[in-house]
């Protein structure tokens, strides 16, 4: 997923209040006098440390975009990041209990696919169905959900609207996970074909 970066950056204040205060100490004391650069050390210290009591660490929090080196695949990570992130939202909206637990397997699953698309940006080609239409179109139809619970609309239509939502959710969530599961059918393909050779390999050296 996109990565929230936290960046702490201390005040440059201090430090310039510390050379100003130097700078008018310069000017008045005789420099050439142990005593004087001693009181010159004094006041510098003592102008910083005041300084940066008023002036806090500054805290600057930034998203991350994702680089893959692939613009398809960056501008899909960001798509499908922003879906997941939406799901989340909904699902913290909705109060059904079982639409809301087929709602955390799409999000897994989508956090699945980010993951796995970040590491294999080669595999976006596989995933522009399901971040152009399944993943919108799920985000899409909970939003509605969520408008009509919300609303408290009891009629006949706004029901069978949310009827329909719940009875088809956990199919949805199960689409959801048949696509982070093809993903990976690739090297199961390649596993299978390795075990067959180290198999016979072993067999062939009398080793099993």
Not at 61 to 85: C, H, N, S, W
Not at 161 to 166: I, R
Request: a negative charge; glycine letters at 6%; proline letters at 3%.
């Amino acid at each position: 997923m996109s990565k929230w970066i936290t960046k702490t950056e201390k005040s440059v204040l201090p430090l310039y209040a510390a050379g100003l205060a130097a700078l008018l100490c310069g000017a008045f004391l005789p420099l050439y006098r142990l005593w004087a650069l001693i009181v010159l050390a004094l006041v510098t210290v003592g102008v910083y440390l005041a300084a940066a009591k008023l002036c806090p660490v500054q805290v600057t929090r930034y998203e991350k975009p994702f680089m893959t080196g692939r613009k398809d695949a960056d501008e899909m990570l960001a798509a499908i990041d922003q879906g997941v992130r939406q799901l989340h939202a909904l699902n913290e909206a909705i109060p059904d209990d079982a639409l809301s637990a087929s709602i955390a397997r799409m999000e897994q699953a989508g956090a699945g696919i980010l993951a796995e698309l970040e590491g294999s940006p080669d595999k976006a080609g596989q995933l522009r169905r399901f971040a152009n239409h399944y993943l919108p179109d799920a985000v899409k139809i909970l939003s509605l959900y969520a408008r009509l619970d919300a609303s408290g609309v009891k009629g006949e239509n706004a029901r069978a609207a949310q009827a329909a939502v719940e009875e088809n959710a956990a199919s949805i969530a199960t689409a959801f996970e048949n696509q982070l599961d093809a993903l990976f059918a690739a090297e199961a393909l390649d596993l299978d074909t390795d075990l067959e050779v180290l198999q016979n390999m072993l067999k062939g050296q009398g080793l099993s």
